[in-house]
């Protein structure tokens, strides 16, 4: 019996196709990097998926294999404003029919408001450009639309209080954040359950969780740390995810009791400088 396997997203897509034409024309990973000037590391992470190639290196790929400028075009359908180690994870994200976040610190990303969003960016870098920013916010309003469209995923969001408490943005921008993903469960687009500080440990303390589920593929569990991601489909790691989040929802507030611990601190942020 066939291991279901989750999505291959089309980067991944065009990573095999470039394996495929490579052995086609009967060349090694070295072989292909002397031919195209990178390292064998390089070739080996655009055929996974892992990364993409700059445009004059898909250019180079053509004329080494032979494509007539096939993943030159290609490449124009799929290049990201996402960093390499969260692209796989943002395409995977749009064909998930459940996903169960968790956010140790901060709101997750696909729920951030612009203010709070804008906020966060700022404070990650020092020296940006304001285009920059601007591409940042729209790829986070682009995320959103998962909840808009028809295929829309249940979602489930798990905090810990700690993310509740940081006033990002400023007091009114927090307040506004706080009370948005508040509104978002009240209308029924998403599932909300706080784990309160006076509960203790729990067992996803040790940092951000997405856990990802498909129609007809495995589900997948993503983790991020600083300018780092790791998405994950080994069974044992997968299910090993899925096993902390069970236990740090069972340690958590119901719905009620979490929107009505959202809106009060939105309320204390809201009031904090009056």
Known sequence: MDVARRPRTPREKYGEELRLRRIAARLTQDQLSELIVCSPTLIS???????LPKPDDARRIDQALGTDGFFERWLEDLESKYNDYFAVAAELEQEATLIQQFGLTLIPGVLQTEEYASALYRAYWANYRAEDLEDFLVNR??????????????????????????????????????????????????RLHVLPHRGGAHAL????????????????AYVEGFSTGNLMDDPSLVKASQTAYALALSDALSQQESLALVRAAAEEHAHAEQ
């Open 45 to 51: 992470h655009y055929e996974s998926g892992r990364r």
């Open 141 to 190: 309003t682009k995320r959103r639309r998962m909840f808009e469209g028809p295929r829309q995923p249940v979602v489930w969001t798990l905090l810990d209080e700690s993310a509740l408490r940081h006033r990002i943005g400023g007091s009114e921008a927090m307040a506004g954040q706080l009370h948005k993903i508040a509104g978002m469960a009240e209308a029924g687009r998403l």
């Open 205 to 220: 303390l040790q940092g951000d969780l997405t856990l990802m589920s498909f129609e007809d593929s495995a589900p997948v």
